[in-house]
């Protein structure tokens, strides 16, 4: 009994500087505790607090901004904003002139096809071990690292008359008369030809990139059962990269649509090549109708939301097992 009693003297003895230092300082450790967990719970947010500032600022205060001025008359330049409702909207889809260069995404859209299924071949047989694929990689991916404005440049005289394309035909004894951007045809088929070189090697990366993500011993076993390259493709990888080709499709969709770049460059929207971006920017700086142009960009942003909607209705993303 005195034992124990001295070992809790101990106790309390030990504990008492302790005790008297929190009374001094008027605290308890239960609010030390409240106030640590209020910490952990606010670092997140703290951390946070940046980007959506600069998120906030740049991209959704314009978009309202952007909504706004569609109802508007605004010219860009005068402080005068008149209310018009609707009639920017109606006018986007009455006029054939402003809704008509929808058709010019076509061109892209099919092109944009042609460089997944060109990125996802080579994707696939560079996957494997082969000689020089880094190289080849290299290749592949070096036109996406190329400033836009320098590919427009080049390719501008690369399909002039007797420019680069015309000097390879003759080559061949082909005709070299053919002016490749002087009828709609002709010049919407080669610029959305430009924007295969350049584009493929995005796709190409993520496709690669998804296929070196599937486990080896994947194809080990399909080896030993002695499945074939198609027969890899087909049940290992092409299950395997479904949601980076689902996301490559919406990319190409909304790409077609927003199309400004190279058309710019090359031909200014001339020849009947103009897209539906490259009107709006006419709209708003050429010819000084703000309220129009915020109008068709409202609309070209609603259609690429809608699309994206639909894809994912149509293919959603699933968790793919493939082990």
């Not at 001094?24 to 980007?51: I, V």
């Not at 007797?162 to 002709?186: E, I, R």
């Not at 049940?235 to 499709?249: E, F, N, Q, T, Y």
């Amino acid at each position: 009994m005195t034992e124990t009693t001295e070992v809790a003297s101990v106790k309390t003895h030990r504990a008492t500087p302790s005790l008297r230092r929190t009374a001094r300082s008027g605290r308890s450790p239960g609010g030390h505790r409240t106030r640590g967990r209020l910490l952990r719970r606010a670092t997140p947010w703290l951390f946070l607090l940046a980007p959506l500032v600069l998120l906030v600022t740049f991209t959704y205060v314009p978009v309202g901004n952007m909504i706004y001025y569609s109802f508007t008359d605004w010219d860009g330049i005068s402080p005068d904003r008149n209310f018009t409702g609707a009639d920017n909207y109606i006018q986007i889809f009455t006029r054939p002139e402003l809704f008509r260069v929808f058709f010019v995404s076509f061109y892209y859209l099919a092109a944009s096809v042609a460089q997944i299924a060109i990125a996802l071949y080579f994707a696939t047989v560079l996957s494997f071990n082969l000689r020089y694929r880094n190289l080849f990689k290299g290749l592949l991916f070096f036109p996406y690292l190329i400033n836009g404005v320098a590919i427009g440049f080049v390719f501008l005289y690369f399909f002039q008359d007797g420019g680069t394309l015309d000097s390879v035909l003759s080559w061949f004894g082909s005709d070299t008369d053919h002016a490749w951007l002087g009828d709609p045809t002709s010049a919407n088929t080669s610029l959305a030809g430009v924007s295969v070189w350049r584009f493929t090697g995005l796709n190409f990366v993520l496709f690669l990139g998804a296929i070196q993500s599937i486990p080896g011993e994947l194809y080990e076993a399909a080896q030993l059962d002695g499945a074939t390259r198609w027969q890899q493709f087909r049940h290992i990888i092409a299950p395997g990269i479904k949601p980076v080709l689902s996301l490559s499709i919406i990319l190409a969709i909304s790409g077609s649509l927003a199309v400004f770049e190279i058309p710019y460059i090359m031909t200014g929207g001339a020849t009947g090549t103009s897209t539906f971006v490259i009107q709006t920017v006419k709209l708003a700086f050429q010819f000084n109708k703000t309220g129009l142009a915020s109008a068709a960009a409202v609309v070209l942003l609603l259609i690429i939301l809608l699309i994206t909607w639909i894809q994912r209705r149509l293919v959603p993303d699933e968790k793919v097992d493939l082990v």
